[in-house]
């Protein structure tokens, strides 16, 4: 029987892993792809810290900057402890190896982000994600932690309200597996893939672990909250994060002028730019003043990023851009211990709605999230799992994910999964995106109502076992569709604008709505309401 089991590998999933293990709890973390896959690797611009209280900055304006950016829905204890904490995490990291840049002192280098007021996110050039990754990877080879890779998390085995482990899919031969563990955390991330075509995630961004966690009757809080990225390269939703901003890049239009401040916080940024688009305009991301030499020091990978995917160069160029589903602030409700609203259940990064984004989150504080939340699910799932001598489960989550694996493979279909994926990835952009209303949003719902029933019905059209990619496809899918619902009932309830939700026909702040959304799942009907920020 596993202690800590682990679903997603992460850089919330890998630092739960390392913490549970130096807790001395025994470890399992199970992988749907390989963890040098994950969404991490695409964080590039940084994460924050105050690494010195100084005149220039302290904690308090690190504190003040992300409620700030929360629109006043962001728990003030959750953030105080994130930002508090913040320099020791940075020192932990900084400990293990990950390769930060340095400034001339040989201290950490920073740079400025949108909406703080100092030189606050730390990197490591634009690759910082990455290297915290693989760095953490290294770590857990070392201490010999194990991992079950390529395995589909189907659904979590909850008894009483109390987590007793889950049933994954072995993907290389579609067996079923049932894990017994003690304590789950859930570290599987975000559902931006939801806007297939329009987004900067990778294809296995589904909110699988989400969506498990739905089922499971866990709260979800602040679903309708999905950020744009302002920055990404036309038509390709490559990623030009915030750095390049950061390090003094301009946003002009087709005249060259300047429009808005570029280190606004993004949901304004990325409006700005929206806007000009839907009107007609192209709008570019400008960095020749920069020159060469500050451009491959600070964004390499940018560059050789623009050069392929458009034939230009940065420090010669005018790149044009466009914004892009990017990151979602909402997910399974936690408090500050990781904890779920189902026992022995704890989350962490992504996937979690952990009070620290509210409306909105900040660049360069979603990798401190993983960090520092990552730390604190391993600690403590590891404390609980000390406390349970002994676990009984029935089999009756086995069986129901066997039957229902079982009909899949019975069932014939012609319909197109990626087809699917690509009208609701549009539906999203469209209805669900930078600008909403309700008549957009219900039209929306009506649509995933349809799908819903539709998608319940259907099979497989390959039948073989191993290697089965529509089987997966088709799970993710009935992930996606099982998230839609929940976004669109707290977008539709949520009659104001606020950070990333702005709607046409409620352009201001209500304090009716200063509350976090709720879904959860009871008796097969979802109850949506409003709760108090705490």
Not at 211 to 233: C, D, V, W, Y
Not at 336 to 360: M, P, V
Request: charge should be neutral; proline fraction near 1%.
């Amino acid at each position: 029987m596993i202690d800590v089991l682990i679903i997603g590998s992460g850089g919330a999933g890998l630092t739960a892993a390392l913490n549970a293990k130096k807790n001395g709890s025994e470890v399992l973390v199970v992988s749907k792809t390989y963890p040098t896959h994950s969404q991490t690797c695409q964080a590039q611009g940084g994460i924050n810290a105050v690494l010195n209280e100084t005149n220039d900055d302290n904690n308090q304006n690190y504190i003040n900057d992300t409620y700030k950016a929360s629109h006043n829905l962001g728990n003030q204890k959750n953030i105080k402890y994130l930002c508090e904490n913040s320099k020791n995490t940075l020192m932990w990291l900084d400990s293990i190896g990950v390769p930060f840049s340095r400034n001339k002192n040989y201290g950490i280098a920073q740079r400025k982000f949108g909406g703080t007021k100092a030189k606050r996110t730390c990197y490591s050039s634009d690759y910082t994600g990455l290297k915290i990754l693989h760095t953490l990877y290294d770590q857990c080879i070392k201490e010999e932690i194990e991992f079950l890779n390529e395995h589909y998390l189907l659904d979590l085995i909850v008894e009483e309200n109390c987590v007793k482990g889950t049933i994954v899919l072995n993907m290389q031969t579609s067996e079923l597996i049932q894990i017994a563990a003690k304590t789950v955390i859930l570290a599987t991330g975000g559902y931006a893939g939801l806007y297939h075509q329009f987004t900067t995630n990778s294809f296995v961004s589904t909110g699988d672990g989400i969506a498990a966690a739905f089922r499971a009757g866990a709260k979800l809080s602040n679903m309708e909250f999905i950020q744009f990225h302002p920055t990404t390269l036309e038509n390709k939703n490559i990623l030009i994060s915030e750095s390049a901003r950061g390090e003094g890049g301009y946003l002009v239009d087709k005249d060259g002028n300047r429009f808005i401040d570029e280190l606004k916080p993004r949901d304004e940024v990325a409006r700005a730019i929206f806007k000009k688009n839907h009107d007609g305009e192209k709008v570019y991301l400008d960095l020749r003043h920069l020159g060469i030499e500050k451009i491959q020091e600070a964004m390499p990978q940018e560059r050789r990023l623009v050069i392929d995917f458009l034939n230009l160069k940065m420090e010669e160029d005018l790149i044009p851009i466009n914004p892009s589903a990017h990151y979602t602030m909402g997910g399974i409700e936690t408090d500050i211990d990781a904890k779920t609203s189902i026992k022995n259940l704890y989350a962490c990064g992504e996937c979690s709605q952990s009070g620290i984004h509210g409306a909105n989150r900040l660049g360069g504080n979603s990798l401190l999230e993983i960090i520092t939340f990552g730390q604190v699910a391993g600690k403590n799932a590891s404390d609980s799992a000390k406390e349970i001598d002994d676990l009984s489960i029935s089999d009756i989550q086995y069986k129901k994910n066997e039957k229902q694996i079982e009909e899949i493979f019975e069932k014939e279909t012609n319909l197109d999964y990626l087809k699917i994926k690509k009208e609701i990835g549009k539906l999203f952009f469209v209805n669900v995106g930078l600008f909403r209303e309700e008549k957009k949003l219900i039209k929306a719902l009506d649509y995933i109502n349809k799908k819903k029933e539709e998608i319940s019905k259907i099979g497989i059209k390959n039948k073989d076992k191993i290697y089965n990619k529509n089987l997966i496809e088709l799970l993710e899918l009935k992930n996606l569709i099982t998230l839609c619902e929940p976004i669109l009932l707290c977008a539709i309830e949520r009659k104001e604008s606020r950070g990333a939700h702005y709607r046409v026909d409620f352009k201001d702040k209500s304090l009716e709505y200063e509350k976090n959304s709720v879904c959860l799942l009871k008796d097969g009907k979802i109850k949506n309401y409003f709760e108090d920020v705490l």
